[in-house]
């Protein structure tokens, strides 16, 4: 899909489609392209004080018995880059992304710190282009109706919990490894394990390593609690 196909079936009522194309253009295809000053990095920058804020008042209306603390903490889950990797993925922003070569062999498009980006620039793109209620309409098709399971899977941090547990019991470290993959370059399949010495506490599958490893984390720890 187009991003202009995309802005269009989004409902963007854009103004300059040349900012949205920044928005989706990631430094190593500027460089490549001897682009000055025309990566998303700038309107990053503008979209994530515009989350923060957004995302502030939402929260803060929706639990008005909730103290500063958790307010802050639920914040923090919601715009942090694992779910804002995941929101871009519900978009499908990955395909519209700008990435020069070595991105793009390098498994750019479904990385989560360049997807996080990537949905921060967008944002920042609609508040600038378009206006802050318009910014509202995509956040209520990605952040905000997930705020009740605010502690899914990908925002948990299952790697670390398991590391603190293991090293609060014994002085040792867990170690990942990759099992197989599967599936094509646009859509691969990881299964990673997660051992301590050579003994394997967990196995888990995702779309990436990283979001395998979470996977299996989260299996060794439901294996140690039993």
Known sequence: MKLKEFLDKMEVPYRHLD??????????YANENKMKKHDYERL???GDAVLQYHVSRYIFDLYPDLPEGRLTKLRAKLVR???????ARE?????????????VNNGGRDRDSVLADIFEAFIGAVCHDCGPDHVEKILEKTIYK????????????FKTKLQELIQA????????????????????VFEMAVKMDD????VGTGSSKKRAEQKAAKDALNKLAR
């Open 146 to 157: 997930h705020v009740e399971d605010v502690n899914y899977d990908d925002i948990t941090d």
């Open 169 to 188: 019991d014994q002085r040792k470290t867990v170690t990942y490894d990759l099992l197989s993959s599967s599936g094509p370059s646009n859509n691969p």
């Open 91 to 103: 978009l499908d922003l990955g395909p519209l992304i700008y990435l020069g070569a070595g991105e």
């Open 44 to 46: 990053e920058f503008l």
């Open 81 to 87: 880059e694992e779910s804002l990797a995941r929101f």
């Open 19 to 28: 900012i949205f194309k920044e928005a989706f253009t990631h430094p190593s």
């Open 199 to 202: 003994m394997i506490l967990g």
